[in-house]
């Protein structure tokens, strides 16, 4: 039976990329920060979750600093899946039980779990076939065109210059395959300073994977196969970072590769990237038609 999500104190649903994530969180403050940062996510609890996570603040524990050193944290195998230990943090992800604990004493408890939801993202996708890519998406004629890149390589630059898409995310997106190819989902993990998040739900089939290099002149390059599965697999937060599970991530990052171009974007600070981008695809369409 559906119950409200007003009902359930401490408790709400979110929907990212179709899989339903459980957050339960004490104290009853957090749960409520939670629900207000993730509203065009939350849904009404009910069925079973692919993932829970139980988030709770712990006085006990010794403070930690910024949200942000969660990232630093190494992500350490257990019997039964990760821990994850910092000044401040302590928590385990099983992705294939589909749960989760994270014990909190930060200055500020959202931030940190919304780090560790990032880190839970990037897990539960790859053990459910898809993966979290470090990218801007942008939905533009139905089709999600995404652009890959470390921090400061452009990527908000290139969702700020495409007022005419919906913007997926400015950092981090979902993909799932499906039935007809590849999907890519929006998030909520932007950038804090992210003026608009109005495409934040929304998700597409994936026309192409840019990796961003500022230049003075636009141009489109070809990766050979292995440089397009290296460059996804680079661009693949949390799981890249676990070398027992490259092996399987480089061949997921191959079937993407096969699945959707993937190519070097070198642009500049101005739209003119979206003609090469556009003449590149057309050029692409008529190569796959000969063939």
């Keep these: 039976m559906m119950r409200s999500q007003d009902a359930v104190d401490g408790a709400l649903d979110l929907i990212l990329a179709g899989w339903r994530v459980r957050l339960v969180c004490a104290p009853q403050a957090l749960a409520q920060a939670a629900r207000a940062r993730y509203a065009a996510f939350v849904a009404a609890i009910g069925g079973p979750a692919d993932l829970v996570i139980a988030a709770a603040a712990e006085p006990g524990m010794s403070p930690g600093a910024h949200a942000a050193h969660m990232l630093e944290a190494p992500l350490r195998p257990d019997a039964a899946g990760y821990r994850l230990d910092a000044d401040g943090i302590a928590a385990s992800i099983q992705p294939d039980l589909g749960r989760a604990t994270l014990a909190l004493a930060t200055a500020e408890p959202l931030g940190s779990l919304e780090y560790f939801l990032r880190i839970a993202c990037a897990l539960l996708a790859f053990h459910r076939g898809g993966v979290l890519l470090h990218a801007a998406g942008l939905l533009a004629g139905g089709q999600a065109y995404l652009f890959t890149g470390v921090s400061g390589s452009g990527k908000s630059t290139v969702t700020a210059l495409s007022p005419h898409?919906?913007?997926?995310?400015?950092?981090?997106?979902?993909?799932?395959?499906?039935?007809?190819?590849?999907?890519?989902?929006?998030?909520?993990?932007?950038?804090?300073?992210?003026?608009?998040r109005a495409g934040q739900t929304a998700n597409g089939p994936i026309a192409g994977i840019y990796k961003l290099v500022k230049a003075p002149a636009v141009r489109v390059e070809p990766l050979s196969a292995a440089a397009a599965a290296a460059e996804l697999a680079a661009n693949c937060p949390v799981v890249n970072g676990r070398p027992e599970l490259l092996p399987e991530l480089l061949a997921r990052c191959r079937d993407l590769a096969r699945a959707v171009p993937v190519r070097r974007l070198h642009f500049r600070k101005d739209a003119s990237f979206w003609a090469a981008v556009n003449a590149n695809l057309i050029i692409q369409e008529v190569h796959s038609d000969a063939t």
């Design 165 to 196: 898409a919906l913007a997926l995310s400015d950092d981090l997106v979902l993909l799932r395959p499906g039935e007809a190819g590849w999907l890519a989902h929006g998030t909520p993990f932007w950038n804090p300073d992210a003026a608009s």
